[in-house]
């Protein structure tokens, strides 16, 4: 996903210099949506077909580190989208089109 959106941020740059001109600054390139790591196994697990595996949630607390994490910490891909006009898919189709990829 993230080899298409820069492979099109390249094209429009080349097609449309006038699009991009100006436009510096830090982008966020990630999937549409947001989920926790528990969301993430779970979405795996159904699209990879794996039954009988059962996924408890766990707390930050659960496993302490030596830095603070933030409570909520998703990229935001919405200057992208608003700057550029490249949407982002869903983070589960792009799961599912990675999945995909390593079967083959």
Request: charged share 20%; glycine share 6%; with cysteine.
């Amino acid at each position: 996903t993230l080899a298409v959106v820069i492979t099109q941020i390249l094209a429009r740059g080349l097609q449309f210099p006038r699009l991009v001109e100006g436009k510096y600054g830090l982008y966020h390139a990630a999937v549409a949506g947001a989920c926790s790591r528990f969301e993430w196994v779970k979405e795996i697990l159904a699209a990879a077909c794996i039954e009988g595996v059962t996924v408890s949630p766990a707390k930050t607390e659960e496993f302490p580190a030596p830095a603070s994490r933030p409570a909520f910490s998703a990229l935001d891909s919405s200057k992208l989208a608003r700057e550029l006009g490249l949407i982002m898919p869903p983070w589960q189709e792009s799961l599912r089109q990675c999945l995909e990829g390593s079967r083959s």
